[in-house]
């Protein structure tokens, strides 16, 4: 059943937020991108130290300037691996066909997005484990706060591939890098079921391997 409904109801949200590539370019209030962006902060990182910086891009200039980069991106390295690889875990090749014309599109569109948040991180650079754990529970909370609007989004990372050259856009000062990008507008779709595999396919019990009871 189409569903574009702002929604107060966390399971709601969580179970019908697909990624929204298709986004008019009407304008969004400001207002709505200030809850974004308080859902954002009230997110936990490492000791709560809070090093994250949220960048908002409207200029339609800095925008065009990143899409480039994605775009190429998207020739060099997303277009090719489409088109070599397998449907993901409750997808099949028709759903991973769309999917992929869906990239595409917003690969095309990236710039047209009316409003975006970019999540950086102060701090440097973290090869570890822990990359970008104190940054993408912001990020998480800012895409259900997006989806519990009625609002579209998807978290992008591909542009750090460039990242270098894309945080010197955004005028980023040593020691801070850009993790995501999302490009928020009015859907043009609708929200609904996700495409997942079984939970009982990646819940194992006490042992890797072992069935877990339940799942
Ligand atoms: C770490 C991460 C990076 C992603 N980067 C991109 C991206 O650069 N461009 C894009 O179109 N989607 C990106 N996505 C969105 C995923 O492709 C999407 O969440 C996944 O296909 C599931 O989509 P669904 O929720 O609509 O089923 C990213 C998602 C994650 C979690």
């Known amino acids: 059943m189409p569903n574009q409904s702002p929604t107060d109801n966390i399971w709601e949200a ?5 990624a929204m590539r298709r986004l008019k370019p009407d304008p969004v209030p400001d207002d709505l991108i200030q809850k974004i962006l308080q859902a954002g902060q009230w997110a936990p990182s490492g000791g709560n130290t809070q090093r ?6 409207r200029n339609p200039q800095v925008k065009k300037q990143v899409q ?6 998207y020739d060099e390295q997303v277009g090719p691996r489409y088109a070599s690889s397998a449907p993901p875990p409750g ?23 009316p409003v975006w948040i970019v999540a950086c991180l102060e701090g440097g650079e973290n ?3 822990t990359a970008g ?13 997006t989806r519990a609007l009625g609002l579209g989004t998807t978290l992008t990372t591909r542009h750090t591939s460039y990242g270098k050259e894309v945080d010197a856009i955004f005028g980023l000062p040593p020691g801070v890098q850009s993790y995501a990008i999302l490009p928020i507008g009015w859907p043009m779709g609708n929200f609904g079921k996700l ?3 079984p939970l009982r396919d990646v819940v194992y019990g006490d042992r890797w391997g072992q069935p877990y009871q339940g799942a």
């Open 14 to 18: 969580m179970s019908t937020m697909r």
């Open 127 to 129: 090869p570890g484990r």
């Open 52 to 57: 994250w910086r949220f960048l908002v891009v």
């Open 68 to 73: 480039a980069y994605y775009s190429r991106l």
């Open 91 to 113: 997808s099949d090749a028709a759903r991973y066909q769309r999917q992929n014309a869906a990239v595409k599109y917003l690969t095309d569109h990236y710039h047209e997005a």
């Open 195 to 197: 495409g997942r595999g």
């Open 133 to 145: 754990s104190s940054i993408y529970q912001a990020v998480q909370n800012m895409l259900l706060a």
